[in-house]
């Protein structure tokens, strides 16, 4: 479905992806581990399209078709959609209005059962807006929530945990599996063994390049056993860097 | 000048209170008080149990005395309607509004000039809000796509001891015009007053506001609050003064005024004082285009960017 070919991008002069390949087949969790400023979020944000990120070199080929050149609405319309680590406030937007845009033709209670799927009480957030007043973690599951109203071909979800609870957790995991039986395949990117469990199969990055990909729990050991004492990682980006 | 027959003004009036967002209905119910202004003239007007509109027609307007009585909850809320149908015109509005002790009412004001090529909308308003009334007042604007018209606001508002003045005005559809918008509140003990303001300019729009608060009496409070989007070649010069003079007084004032494009220029100045150690005043002002992750995180959705945009633009003028 995805196809990630000797990518590369430098952000202020830093090689950030360094040649990366990665493949995500269709109905796929495919997870991506790596630790902080390894190029996680870079890779959300090149695949999306976003941030102003343009690959120096190499292609991304969705479905077949090129889509390195595409716009961020381009590529929302074949069916990719981000769900961000830190999701965008937006003043007087509310709950239902974004998750209907999300969904196009859904009605109010198909934005009720994604919701709930995520845990939030229908009654008590639709009218709600999607502006400071929410918390981190209630923010987050309405942007997994809209995720799901989309129904993309392809979920690309930027640390989907960070930011909930432990009691919440449950909900964002079940939230991902359920996108999945719907016919979702998502690009899983995390640093959290919980959450990449729910994966089929996980790629290891570090310094802008997969190292490996293997099934969850082989990743996960090898993960732990060499990227987590290991020092080498990039500078974590900011957003609004300039691609080069 | 086009003449029109009463029913005709009466029909265009009601038409164009419905495209600004009105309710036709509700300037039919026998419970509802209303006032329809086209021009200089008053084509109707109706008051109920506890509240009393009169009239004055004058040669360039209508002078209105609303008053609601002492004690009086009124259950709907009043309808206004002003504007001028023609492309040119003069309206100036002039309100005295006495809401007596404890009283309690909401107002829905529309104010209509669709056609608008060089007309003046003028309106100078006395308020009285006696002690523990309310009185709710919600102002919505249609203008039409000639950008010829020029809205000239002014109020002077007492707000008594516990008090609420609460006052919007939304101008989003079709071009604000001039706009030079001028309110100022006294409040006294515990009084609470709220100023908001949302326009959306867009052509050569022209847009000034200046929001006033004295909070005079302890433990009153007030927000001064604006929020504007301009595009094209729009202006716009926003002052938000808010003076803390009695102990436990609290005022904030909020602005925030977003550019689209590179030609739109905007400007806002705020205004903090206090002349009283327990008071505190505070004031946030942003001025900026419009978020980029905003826009992104909708196109993400599969919206194009205008789309996106359009979106976040209602959200802050919502």
Not at chain 1, 214 to 221: A, I, T
Request: charged residues 25%; hydrophobic residues 40%; proline residues 3%.
């Amino acid at each position: 479905m995805l196809e990630v070919r000797n990518l590369y991008l430098s952000l202020n002069g830093k090689p950030i992806i360094n040649d990366l390949n990665l493949h995500v087949s269709r109905g796929e969790i495919h997870g991506v581990l790596g630790k902080n400023g390894t190029g996680k979020t870079t890779l959300a944000y090149l695949v999306m399209g976003v941030n102003n990120y343009i690959p120096s070199a190499g292609r991304m080929i969705f479905e077949g078709e090129d889509i390195t050149g595409l716009s961020v609405s381009q590529r929302a319309k074949k069916g990719i959609s981000l769900a961000w680590q830190e999701p965008a406030r937006i003043e007087g937007l509310s709950v239902r209005d974004y998750l209907m845009l999300s969904g196009n033709s859904h009605g109010v209670k198909e934005v009720e059962d994604y919701l709930s799927v995520v845990g939030l009480e229908p009654a008590t957030y639709l009218d709600r807006y999607i502006d400071d007043t929410l918390s981190g973690g209630e923010r987050k599951r309405i942007e997994m929530a809209s995720i799901m109203a989309m129904e993309p071909k392809l979920a690309i979800l930027d640390e989907p945990d960070s930011g909930i609870d432990i009691v919440s957790l449950p909900f964002i995991l079940n939230c991902i599996a359920k996108m999945n039986e719907r016919g979702s395949s998502v690009l899983l990117i995390t640093h959290s063994e919980k959450v990449v469990e729910t994966a089929h199969r996980v790629s290891v990055l570090c310094a802008g390049r997969i190292l490996r990909t293997g099934e969850p729990g082989e990743m996960s050991l090898w993960f732990k056993e060499n990227c987590q004492p290991c020092a080498h990682v990039n500078e974590p980006e900011k957003e609004g860097d300039t691609p080069q | 000048m086009i003449n029109y027959s009463i029913e005709k003004e009466y029909e265009g009036m009601v038409d164009a209170y419905q495209k600004a967002g009105g309710d036709r209905n509700a300037l039919l119910g026998k419970e509802t008080a209303r006032l329809v202004i086209h021009e200089n003239r008053v084509l109707d007007s109706s008051g109920v149990d506890g509240l009393k509109i009169e009239t004055k027609e004058t040669g360039t307007g209508v002078e209105v005395y609303l008053v609601v009585e002492e004690g009086v909850r009124i259950s709907y809320p009043v309808h206004l309607c002003f504007g001028i149908l023609s492309k040119e015109g003069l309206q100036e509005i002039v309100m005295k509004v006495n809401a007596k002790d404890n009283s309690e009412v909401n107002v829905i004001a529309h104010c209509v000039f669709p056609n608008a090529a060089k007309a003046i909308h003028k309106m100078e308003a006395d308020i009285e809000i006696g002690n523990n009334a309310r009185f709710d007042y919600r102002e919505t604007h249609y203008h039409g796509d000639y950008g010829g018209i020029e809205v000239i606001p002014k109020a002077r508002v007492k707000v008594g001891k516990g008090g609420v003045y609460q006052s919007s005005m939304t101008i989003s559809q079709g071009f604000v015009g001039k706009l030079d918008y001028d309110f100022e509140v006294f409040c006294q003990e515990d009084g609470v007053a709220e100023l908001v303001v949302k326009a959306y300019g867009k052509g050569h729009d022209d847009i000034k506001v200046w929001e006033k608060i004295h909070l005079d009496g302890a433990g009153a409070r007030g927000l001064a609050k604006s929020r504007l989007v301009l595009s094209d070649r729009a202006k716009a010069e926003v002052r938000g003064e808010t003076y803390g003079n009695a102990p436990d007084a609290r005022g904030h004032v909020d602005c925030i005024e977003l550019v689209n494009g590179t030609e739109a220029v905007a400007k806002a100045i705020p205004i903090v004082s206090v002349s009283n150690d327990k008071a505190k005043v505070t004031h946030e002002a942003a001025i900026g285009s419009i978020d980029k992750k905003q826009v992104e995180t909708l196109m993400a959705r599969g919206l194009d960017e205008s789309e996106a945009v359009d979106v976040i633009v209602k959200g802050i003028l919502r």
